[in-house]
């Protein structure tokens, strides 16, 4: 099968996303970039059945290479990600936190250091309907130089070079928004943020960060 580490790596992202509750029923999708290729989640099937053969390939142009099934409605937002990064992979979830705070924000304050996780502050992309030009645009501005960015009235992405790197990035900024959310609740208005200076530093911090076995 054409790109069958990739599908199965789509299809065991997908699943683990819904098992730490990023996602509701068959919302999100994921994909991965290979030169000109796209393997991408496919729309609405249920995470638990997917098999990597259901995972389809795409040219850059969005034409199917080899699809058993219609791809993820935001296949354009995928595309013009890829456009406009260096990304290698895209993981795009509807969690919680991430969703509630892009109501009240157009950027997440530097409150917590591992902001600089993600190249700077998080932008919040304006709204657009989901899976149109209009929204795949306000989303590629909101990641120019950030790994990371929320999606008003939507939900959440993160890019990486490589699949699992952009999947790490979630749950940590799912955390970052669910702490600004407690604190927005208990005192806005005296709420500590990091400087510019703090935030560089925690940056250097944690480009080394991490070591495997
Ligand atoms: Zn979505």
Do not use: W
Request: net charge negative; with cysteine.
């Amino acid at each position: 099968m054409l790109l069958e580490q990739e599908r199965a790596e789509v299809v065991r992202i997908c699943q683990e996303m819904q098992r730490q509750g990023l996602v509701v029923g068959t919302a999100g999708n994921v994909s991965v970039r290979v030169d000109d290729r796209v393997v991408i989640s496919p729309s609405g099937m249920e995470y638990a059945d997917l098999e990597p053969g259901d995972v389809g390939v795409h040219d850059l142009t969005g034409e199917p290479v080899d699809a058993r099934f219609k791809p993820s409605s935001e296949l354009p937002l995928h595309l013009a990600v890829y456009a406009a990064t260096d990304a290698g992979a895209i993981v795009h979830n509807h969690a919680p936190a991430s969703t509630a705070l892009g109501l009240l924000v157009d950027e997440i304050p530097a409150t917590h250091y591992y902001s600089a996780m993600f190249g700077g502050l998080i932008r919040v992309a304006p709204y657009a309907t989901f899976g149109t030009a209009e929204l795949a645009d306000n989303v590629a501005r909101a990641l120019d130089g950030r790994l990371g960015a929320l999606m008003a009235n939507h939900g959440a992405i993160t890019v990486g070079p490589t699949l699992s790197k952009a999947f790490s990035l979630l749950p940590y900024l799912e955390y970052v928004c669910e702490v600004q959310l407690r604190a927005m609740a208990a005192s806005p208005a005296t709420m500590r943020v990091l400087s510019p200076e703090q935030m560089r530093e925690a940056s250097a911090g944690l480009s080394g960060y991490g070591q495997s076995k």
